[in-house]
């Protein structure tokens, strides 16, 4: 496997990528010192430091990796408040990123032993050194003994370099083009039609010609004939206009191939810099780790491969860092010493896998929920598990390593590999099994420029999705699909999915009486097991088309990543489906993707009635029709006797009865919240010690003391809701 030193065009990429990142680093430096909120700046400079950080390993700079390294712990520390931006924290951040430019490989670059002084300058600016001393690089010394350079004539060569921006331009021209030559064939077609018609009758006109010919004028006769005549030589003309326009669509396809096959590289140029990457976090961990490499010719667009570079980078990491055990630990578990992390990539379709795997000890569950229960991301009782629970890998600055080195504990590295892929329009998937390890899927389309994309039909419009982002499609007809809760699901392989509609979604009016004949199933992280299928009048099949933005006048539409203008004029918006989810779980409430689901008979647990005692009472307050008739189906499937209350109002009018043996309540309701109605609840006589549980989707720590204020006993979040999670409190509470 050949290193980045050996390859001149992987080194002259991963220069100008270290190049742009110094050059964002200064000018966010030069506005430090006056911006009004310095820690949005700082936290952008920090990602460019840790970028150059991660390059460097790559290219085996050692100096420049400890320089980088360093500027990630001042940059940190200034981004936590430790200390004040001064002026010197500034000047001394802007002289290292000139000592790592001056330290990229090139023939006057400064060695590792000149980067010290910067090195040492930045450890004493953390440690709390006021004022900062800029130290003073030293001068490359030339090699006094080595023979002056000569000038040799370039040798012959049969390739030329390009810019890239000539290639995605000739690109773009190409689409345009390739759309122009479907916007002839289908006037082709029309004049192919007319042409026909035009036969049909002039047939008819000569039959009656001949039949009349004695009482017709002759110049009748002679006009008659030319226009039948004419009418000959016009079907012949538009049967060779035909012809050629079906070679022009050949030509075309060639064109616009060779043109995208100028773009296409082979993903070895990112392969090739993950062997020393493994090498040195293997060694920096002291583990024994083996990197097995396939589909290394597999090629995909440069603008893909390079979006997606960084993300393969942080990946392999984290195998080696988080996935694999020391060779002690395996051996003790039965496995060989040496682990393995497997990086492989394949064409699956219209688009590329990519996969980092590992046979490593796999995800450990209970850490991850014990920090996300500490970053308040999941309430403390919570039990979730699963993909929802692993999703949360991906969430900013999320770590579980208590311990910060050069490769984790800082919270980078998921969430810029899910933004990296999401970005380019591809899915990212975790898959894990506890003591046998774990793998990360990046699903990305072939080219940014020519997308494969499922043609759908809602109402009088067409939309167009990537097949990147869909699961599976399917016929609604012959799907099993039910009524939940209110709310449509249909089960796939066992499992029930949300079934929205994607022209309500869309704010559509539905023109026909007929139900949506298909769905598109996708994932996402509220729905069970990471899906939600939305519905469509019907699916046209797929397409290769060429996606243009809206451009600055449009500038960026929600749910809209893209158009293409059909051959018959037609403007097909490209939808974003996991942003269109984003918007309508939002607007239903978090527990949105449960509630479509609806209860699970695998996870609703009916208690056996016992004769002679009486079922506990739950006054259930939610104005959410839908998440009301959801957890009343919940609690009453676990053997609860359940009343509901449409509001906050509604819900303190039932304080004259006899009291419930618990209320669940939402906080954001009409009239009285749900903090009103727990104050209301602790004050009326009977009440005072019913427990009071508040589901709200406010998971700011404010909301939460104040529900603890009022006098909640409980307070869950509805976008972590886990069926299991509020029987099992409930049942805490009330006591059976």
Avoid at 272 to 299: H, M, N, Q, W, Y
Avoid at 316 to 325: K, L, S
Avoid at 630 to 650: K, P
Avoid at 652 to 675: C, I, K, T, Y
């Amino acid at each position: 496997m050949p290193a980045w030193g050996d390859d001149p065009e992987l080194l002259a990429t991963f220069r100008a990528e270290v190049e742009e990142r110094l050059a964002s680093l200064q000018s966010g430096l030069l506005q430090l010192e006056k911006h009004q909120s310095p820690r949005q700046v700082v936290t952008v400079l920090f990602r460019d430091a840790h970028t150059v950080k991660g390059s460097a390993r790559m290219l085996g700079l050692e100096g420049v990796l400890h320089v980088a390294h360093t500027m990630e712990d001042l940059l940190g520390a200034l981004r936590d408040g430790r200390f004040v931006v001064r002026k010197d924290h500034v000047d001394l951040l802007l002289a290292a990123c000139d000592g790592i430019l001056r330290a990229l490989p090139g023939p006057d670059s400064l060695d590792d032993a000149a980067l010290t002084p910067l090195v040492e300058a930045l450890r004493s600016a953390v440690a709390g050194a006021n004022p900062v001393v800029l130290p003073v690089l030293a001068a490359p010394v030339p090699d006094q003994g080595a023979a002056p350079e000569l000038k040799t004539p370039r040798q012959a060569s049969d390739s030329v370099r390009v810019a890239a921006s000539k290639v995605y331009d000739l690109l773009d021209a190409v689409g345009e083009a390739d759309l122009g030559a479907r916007r002839v064939e289908q006037t082709t077609g029309m004049l192919l039609t007319l042409a026909a018609e035009q036969a049909r009758w002039a047939g008819i006109l000569r039959q009656a010609t001949q039949r009349h010919s004695a009482t017709l004028p002759p110049e009748v006769t002679f006009a008659l004939h030319r226009l039948v005549g004419a009418g000959d030589d016009l079907s012949g003309n538009v049967r060779t206009l035909r012809e050629l326009v079906e070679g022009h669509r050949v030509g075309m396809a060639l064109v616009r191939d060779g043109a995208m096959g100028l773009a296409m590289v082979p993903v070895r140029r990112v392969f090739a810099a993950l062997p020393r990457i493994l090498r040195d976090v293997a060694a920096a961990t002291g583990k024994d780790v083996l990197l097995e490499l396939s589909g290394e010719d597999v090629e995909l667009d440069k603008q893909v491969l390079d979006g997606v570079a960084d993300a393969l980078k942080h990946l392999v990491i984290n195998a080696v860092d988080h996935g694999c055990e020391p060779p002690a630990e395996r051996a003790a578990v039965g496995k060989p010493p040496r682990a393995v992390v497997t990086v492989s990539a394949r064409s699956v379709g219209g688009t590329i896998v990519l996969e980092v795997a590992d046979d490593g000890a796999g995800v450990d569950e209970d850490a991850v929920r014990a920090k996300a229960i500490r970053l308040g991301l999941l309430p403390a009782d919570s039990a979730v598990t699963g993909p929802v629970l692993l999703n949360l890998l991906f969430a900013p600055s999320f770590s579980t390593s208590d311990i910060v080195t050069e490769t984790s504990g800082r919270g980078v590295g998921l969430d810029v590999v899910q933004d990296a892929v999401e970005e380019l329009g591809g899915l990212v998937e975790v898959q894990s099994e506890r003591g046998l390890g774990t793998s990360f899927v990046l699903t990305l389309p072939v080219t940014l420029g020519v997308l494969r994309c499922l043609i759908a039909r809602v109402g009088d419009e067409r939309y167009a999705v990537p097949v990147p982002g869909v699961v599976e499609s399917l016929s609604l007809r012959d799907a099993e699909v039910h009524t939940l809760a209110g709310a449509p699901v249909v089960v796939r392989h066992g499992l029930s999915v949300p079934l929205l509609d994607l022209g309500a979604a869309l704010g559509l009016p539905r023109t026909s009486s007929e139900s949506p004949r298909a769905a598109l199933v996708v994932r996402h992280a509220s729905g069970p097991g990471g899906q939600i299928a939305w519905a469509v009048d019907r699916l046209e099949g797929e397409s290769e088309l060429v996606v243009k933005d809206l451009g600055a006048f449009l500038g960026r539409v929600p749910t809209v990543a893209g158009a293409t203008i059909d051959g018959d004029g037609s403007v097909v918006c490209l939808l974003d489906l996991r942003e269109l989810a984003d918007k309508v779980v939002g607007a239903m409430g978090g527990i949105a993707g449960a509630m479509t689901s609806g209860a699970s008979a695998a996870l609703v647990r009916k208690a056996a009635a016992v004769p002679g005692v009486r079922k506990p009472r739950v006054l259930v307050v939610e104005d959410s029709v839908g998440v009301r008739e959801l957890q009343r189906v919940i609690l009453e499937g676990a053997g609860y006797l359940v009343e509901t209350a449409v509001d906050g109002l509604d819900g303190a009018s039932r304080l004259r009865d006899d009291p419930a043996d618990l209320v669940l309540s939402d906080v954001e309701m009409p009239g009285m919240d749900g903090f009103d109605l727990t104050r209301t609840i602790r004050r009326t006589k009977g009440w005072e010690n019913v427990p009071v549980i508040i589901m709200t989707s406010r998971n700011e720590e404010h909301a939460r003391q104040a529900g603890l204020d009022a006098g909640c006993s409980a307070y869950l979040l509805k976008n972590e809701f886990d069926q299991e999670q509020l029987v099992s409190t409930v049942r805490r509470l009330v006591g059976r």
